[in-house]
């Protein structure tokens, strides 16, 4: 059974940073792909930022170019999402999720996510 464990939310001020880890277990896929995601009270959830494993490929959401970080350490199963320069908007329940056949698609974050963790939350406020 696939599991995705997603930890490292918190409160942070504004301008601060965070990391985000998510654990992967109970699959034997030779590649698969790691989104994040993001749903906000009141919006939609959107996708933040992904990876595949095989090959690195990573696509980031416009809104957190430059901010955020996406990396895998694939001896552990672990992907993790650094996120600096935060900024209220944010705020959010951050989820992992795990495409078990990427492809060859650079959009990564576009791929069907058929595994969703618990989600982690992340409140930026002073």
């Known amino acids: 059974e696939v599991q995705l464990v997603e930890s490292g939310g918190g409160l942070v001020q504004p301008g601060g940073s965070l990391r985000l880890s998510c654990a992967a277990s109970?699959?034997?896929?030779?590649?698969?792909?790691i989104g994040w995601f993001r749903q906000a009270p009141g919006k939609e959830r959107e996708g933040v930022s992904g990876i595949t494993i095989s090959d690195g490929r990573i696509e980031y959401a416009d809104s957190v170019k430059g901010r955020f970080n996406i990396s895998s350490d694939n001896a552990e199963n672990k992907v993790y999402l650094q996120m600096h320069s935060l900024k209220s908007e944010d705020t959010a329940v951050y989820y992992c999720a795990l495409n078990p056949d990427p492809g060859s698609t650079a959009a990564v974050l576009g791929l069907p996510y058929d595994y969703w963790g618990q989600g982690t939350q992340v409140t930026v406020s002073s």
């Open positions: 109970g699959f034997t896929f030779d590649d698969y792909a």
